[in-house]
């Protein structure tokens, strides 16, 4: 069964008829007190953004127990990663990309490949180096000459045409190649020759990056790290974990991931992302939150101080949907303020910079990013 959104909610008792009615037993912070009754879903008078097409409960429990078996899935092939599974998660369910930072050997390759086959997504790897050029990732034009003579160009496809793409080490190539890439994630579609083609559905990128060796690098544009969803950090799993991985990775005990969802199953469970309701406390929270990262018209001395740039409305919106993934992630049919805490720092860290004198003092966005959350808390 699906937990109602406060997670001190309690279910009544089932009346006559398909209904289920939940009460809230105390009052929570960003709980719309969702009700169903008949099949409708229907909130208290606090003003939300659910409309009437808001998701059923068969239809959320049914999604939850699948998201339960793809977690599963993927924690037996990737250890100690609990976090970074979850933000991976998260931001497919809200259709988006990610920006996973971390250094050599945690996984991440591997994170691609075991979601690809779990979410029954076709994935593929694309090694960024200096001289990789635009074509090599969106396919080119060749000149074929059929047994009639006749010549003609034919289009094939680069490997941008997938469902699921790790583009390693995105900051090596060149910017020319980079917008290449970041331009399909926008638009969905490549253009070659003034012919459009439409990239398979869904389409998702997962970028990496090298946080230490910067040297021969190309750092990505504001404008661009403003396309990634959410920024993950990626860092060294625990001693248990790494004993764990240690023992299976070096036996012959290793398992195999097996596919749980479908991508159709998949597109699905996006366009339910979007259809659950909202409550007015979190749609405030969020917007004080990226609103007060803005130096040029926060309240916030420090952050007039120390940021050159801040969160656009962009994050706004996709703060909004990484908190309605997270809290179906969780098994809930809303999300709290709570879920906007937790992914303020994946969603706005990449959508703001420090200034020189920040920088030299020593100060940090996720410092900066901590005094925002305060805000809300």
């Given at each position: ?127 960024f180096t200096p001289d ?49 890439l970041l331009q399909a ?9 003034g012919t459009r083609h ?180």
């Open positions: 069964m699906v937990r109602p959104s406060c997670a001190r909610s309690a279910p009544l008792p089932r009346r006559q008829g398909p209904g289920r009615e939940y009460f809230c037993a105390s009052p929570c912070r960003g709980c719309v007190h969702n009700f169903v009754e008949n099949g409708v879903s229907i909130s208290n008078p606090v003003e939300t953004t659910s409309d009437t097409n808001a998701p059923l409960p068969e239809e959320l429990d049914a999604l939850v127990e699948r998201l339960k078996a793809v977690r599963l899935g993927i924690g037996q092939v990737i250890f100690g990663q609990e976090q970074v599974v979850d933000e991976t998660l998260i931001t497919l369910l809200a259709g988006g990309h990610a920006l996973l930072i971390g250094v050599p050997g945690l996984a991440k390759t591997r994170l691609v490949e075991t979601l690809g086959t779990v979410l029954g997504l076709e994935d593929k790897r694309v090694q990789l050029m635009p074509a090599d990732i969106i396919g080119s034009e060749v000149l074929e000459e059929a047994e009639s003579g006749n010549r003609s160009f034919r289009f094939i496809n680069g490997p941008v045409f997938c469902q699921l793409l790790m583009a390693d080490e995105i900051n090596r190539a060149s910017p020319r190649t980079q917008s290449a994630m926008q638009e969905k579609h490549v253009s070659v020759a439409e990239l398979p559905a869904p389409f998702h990128v997962l970028a990496t990056q090298n946080p230490l060796e910067q040297e021969g690098t190309y750092p990505l544009p504001e404008a661009q790290l403003d396309r990634f969803l959410i920024q993950i950090d990626v860092s060294y799993p625990s001693l248990e974990a790494e004993r764990r991985m240690l023992i299976v990775t070096t036996s012959t005990s290793e398992s195999d991931p097996e596919e749980v969802m479908s991508a159709e199953e998949l597109m699905a469970a996006q366009r339910l992302v979007r259809r659950l309701p909202v409550g007015t406390s979190v749609v405030e929270a969020i917007l004080e939150l990226v609103r007060a990262g803005r130096p040029e018209i926060t309240d916030m001395e420090n952050v007039r101080r120390d940021v050159a740039w801040g969160p656009g409305p962009r994050a706004s919106q996709a703060l909004m949907l990484a908190v309605r993934a997270r809290a179906l992630l969780d098994g809930r049919v809303a999300p709290s303020v709570d879920d906007v805490v937790a992914l303020a720092a994946p969603t706005l860290r990449h959508r703001m910079a420090l200034n020189f004198a920040a920088r030299a003092d020593g100060t940090t966005i996720s410092e900066v990013v901590e005094r925002l959350v305060a805000r809300v808390t």
